[in-house]
């Protein structure tokens, strides 16, 4: 195995990896900005006010996009396997 298709290899799954924490990540980011938005305005510093929501958001987007995560990781993993031969030799 040459060190270019090592690299390419650990690219392609650096950016699987990049694209699938996104999509967990930035709606409980933007959950999270609006939460502390009203907590400044109305100057209430509660916890669990910033903490729930995010938590509730990050559950429902891995419920509702995990079946395409898991797809995206199982044809990841298919295509390195089915792969091997090619690249040993």
């Known amino acids: 195995m040459t060190p270019e298709v090592v690299l390419g290899i650990f690219g392609e799954?650096?950016?699987?990896?990049?694209?699938?924490?996104?999509?967990?990540?930035?709606p409980s980011l933007m959950?999270?900005?609006?939460?502390?938005?009203?907590?400044a305005a109305t100057q209430i510093n509660e916890q669990t006010l910033s903490f729930l929501p995010r938590l509730?958001?990050?559950?429902?987007?891995?419920m509702w996009a995990g079946p395409w995560i898991l797809t995206q990781l199982t044809e990841h993993?298919?295509?390195?396997?089915?792969?091997?031969?090619y690249l040993i030799g």
């Open 77 to 85: 993993f298919i295509r390195l396997a089915k792969n091997i031969p």
């Open 31 to 39: 959950v999270g900005l609006v939460v502390s938005t009203f907590q």
């Open 56 to 62: 509730i958001i990050t559950l429902l987007v891995i």
């Open 13 to 26: 799954a650096f950016w699987l990896i990049v694209l699938l924490v996104t999509i967990i990540i930035l």
